[in-house]
């Protein structure tokens, strides 16, 4: 199973950007799906999740509003769209894919099995 990143890149302050992940090896159906990401210096941390139907999405309050999860089962992508981009939202970006579980295990990272390579996204004027 690969996951392959894209879409980062180097943006201004309140603009946006959309990241794509491409899985293969693996259909996203009956999968959960999620976005993390690791800032300069920091630990990696969640960003967002959603099962394969969309039937639930989960946020981090830090980018609630501004940022949304998506896919498209059948070319087997996941989507981050990132509005209202801040500076503090400069990080290596990840997609990850695993198994269903509870809402409360989605934001956490062991729920993951497959990881994808980062893509760099970088909010500066």
């Known amino acids: 199973v690969q996951l392959q990143a894209s879409g980062g890149g180097l943006v201004q302050p309140g603009g946006s950007l959309r990241l794509s992940c491409t899985t293969s090896g693996r259909t996203l159906r009956n999968s959960n799906m999620a976005w993390f990401r690791q800032p300069p210096g920091k630990e990696r941390e969640f960003v967002a999740a959603?099962?394969?139907?969309?039937?639930?999405?989960l946020y981090a309050d830090a980018v609630k509003g501004r940022f949304t999860i998506s896919s498209d089962n059948a070319k087997n992508t996941v989507y981050l769209q990132m509005n209202s981009l801040k500076p503090e939202d400069t990080a290596v970006y990840y997609c990850?894919?695993?198994?269903?579980?509870?809402?409360?295990?989605?934001?956490?990272?062991?729920?993951?099995?497959?990881w994808g390579q980062g893509t760099q996204v970088t909010v500066s004027s």
């Open positions: 990850a894919v695993g198994r269903v579980v509870i809402l409360s295990a989605m934001s956490l990272d062991h729920s993951y099995d497959y």
């Open positions: 959603r099962t394969w139907n969309g039937a639930r999405t």
